[in-house]
């Protein structure tokens, strides 16, 4: 899928009307596993989702149906996406953030576009970044910096699948990240391609606005 229907040629456009184009379920597929309805084995989960998130999100209410697919997707959760955050690694996160969203919208996902385009907010990403990434047009965005442009063309390449013959985007990686950094952006795109396809098949909507992820991030750039 070549970035969300209709955006490639409107660079103006606001990250808030992408949200609102992108195709939103009336209902997911399969029933929520609402807190206060699990079992034993899934309040577990929800009490762990307490504490990295303040909530249980609606993806995890999902994913609940199979307590071992909820497990391990909280264990990247907890130690790849919010352990850069509480540690501070600001800049980590950073690029984090830049294969997800790429990766959500590149996929037209309703539930990860937005819960990520919020977590970019508060890592410091613009209005007009957050718009450039939905259009495709951020080669030419002067905004972003040769490193974070090697990151999307990477999360691009990886979501399209042609990474594997792409030597030019994997040597821009090569000039700004090192082995370990590289792995864990290629693991975190590959992983959220997994995502998208997830909540797409199934249906999941996000968060109703205010009810969503308390990232704890309330940086500016």
Not at 93 to 106: A, D, G, H, P
Not at 189 to 210: I, K, Q, Y
Request: aromatic share 8%; hydrophobic share 35%; with cysteine.
């Amino acid at each position: 899928m070549d970035g969300v229907d209709g955006l490639n040629n409107k660079e103006d456009k606001k990250i808030g009307q992408v949200l609102k184009d992108l195709a939103c379920p009336i209902s997911t597929r399969l029933p929520l596993i609402e807190p206060g309805t699990e079992n034993s084995e899934v309040s577990k989960i929800y009490d762990n989702c307490m504490d990295l998130f303040g909530i249980v999100p609606r993806y995890i209410q999902l994913l609940a149906h199979s307590p071992g697919s909820a497990r391990s997707w909280l264990v990247f959760d907890r130690d790849v996406k919010v352990a850069a955050l509480r540690a501070d690694e600001y800049e980590r996160s950073r690029m984090q953030v830049l294969c997800i969203l790429e990766t959500s919208l590149n996929n037209s996902c309703h539930n990860c576009s937005h819960h990520n385009v919020e977590l970019a907010r508060g890592l410091g990403y613009s209005e007009s970044q957050l718009a450039s990434i939905a259009a495709k047009t951020w080669e030419s965005n002067d905004d972003f910096s040769d490193k974070e442009r090697a990151v999307l063309d990477w999360s691009s390449a990886v979501t399209n699948l042609t990474a594997s013959s792409d030597e030019a985007s994997f040597e821009a990686m090569k000039d700004h990240f090192s082995n370990d950094e590289i792995v864990e952006l290629t693991y975190t795109t590959s992983l959220w391609n997994c995502s998208t396809r997830f909540a797409d098949a199934l249906h999941l909507t996000a968060e109703s606005p205010g009810n969503g992820i308390n990232w704890g991030t309330d940086r500016q750039s």
